[in-house]
């Protein structure tokens, strides 16, 4: 069935240094990879996406790459700051359908 | 343009009860998709509405189900209650329309908070 595995569940960096977190998709027909930024008790935000037909997607600070060989894609946040402590989820569509499946999340710590 | 609201935003239930969950969609938006979304378990899938039809539905038991309506607002109903399904629910609307990238983006309501005692 579709799966979407994301790594690490928990990363922790300095304040200015970057973040990096990846997931990798089964199902090869998945063509749209959003992210999503959860803060404490408030519902996911989708902050950058990427489609099946793009390498690489940037706004500002984060970016996002997708390698539909390996069938993985990553979120680079550069220049980190305290507002960006949060849970990160990655999903991916299944099928090409509306349906989205997500990683497990990875809670991100900025530190001062 | 209003988001995505859903009601109640808390709701307290005894076991063997039922329950029913609101989602008013963002305006234009016609697809509602819905998810569990626990500690343990991350967001888990459980179906999604465009046009008042299920086209996804995703590995939950029967007793969860749900419907949309010609003004896309959705409802989620569970029956027959178990503690397990004490989690925070949360809807997206998206465009919904077939073909093109733009129609998947997804943008969640704040969830309603279930707990099953």
């Known amino acids: 069935g579709e799966n979407v595995e994301q790594h690490p569940s928990t990363l922790s960096v300095q304040e200015g240094d970057s973040a990096v977190i990846k997931c990798t998709y089964s199902d090869s027909a998945s063509n749209y990879f959003p992210w999503y930024k959860q803060e404490l008790g408030k519902r996911p935000q989708l902050i950058i996406d990427?489609?099946?037909?793009?390498g690489e997607k940037k706004d500002q600070r984060i970016a996002v790459t997708l390698n539909k060989t390996a069938k993985h894609f990553s979120l680079h946040i550069t220049e980190t700051q305290p507002e960006d402590s949060a849970v990160y989820f990655c999903?991916?569509?299944?099928?090409?359908?509306?349906?989205?499946?997500f990683g497990q999340g990875t809670r991100l710590t900025i530190n001062p | 343009k209003a988001g995505v609201t859903q009601t109640p935003r808390y709701l307290i239930k005894t076991r063997g009860q039922q329950v029913t969950l609101s989602c008013s969609p963002i305006s234009g938006h016609r697809s509602v998709s819905w998810y569990q979304q626990t500690p343990g378990q991350g967001l888990q899938f459980l179906f999604e509405?465009?046009?008042?039809?299920?086209?996804n539905k995703g590995n939950f038991p029967g007793r969860f189900s749900g419907r949309q309506f010609s003004n896309s607002r959705s409802e989620m109903n569970v029956s027959t209650l178990e503690l397990g399904d004490s989690a925070l629910y949360l809807c997206?609307?998206?465009?919904?329309?077939?073909?093109?990238?733009?129609?998947?983006?997804?943008?969640f309501g704040p969830g309603t908070r279930l707990t099953v005692t």
């Open positions: 990427i489609r099946s037909n793009v």
């Open positions: 997206a609307s998206s465009l919904g329309r077939r073909g093109g990238f733009s129609s998947y983006e997804q943008y």
């Open positions: 509405y465009f046009s008042e039809t299920q086209r």
């Open positions: 999903a991916a569509t299944a099928q090409g359908a509306q349906k989205l499946v």
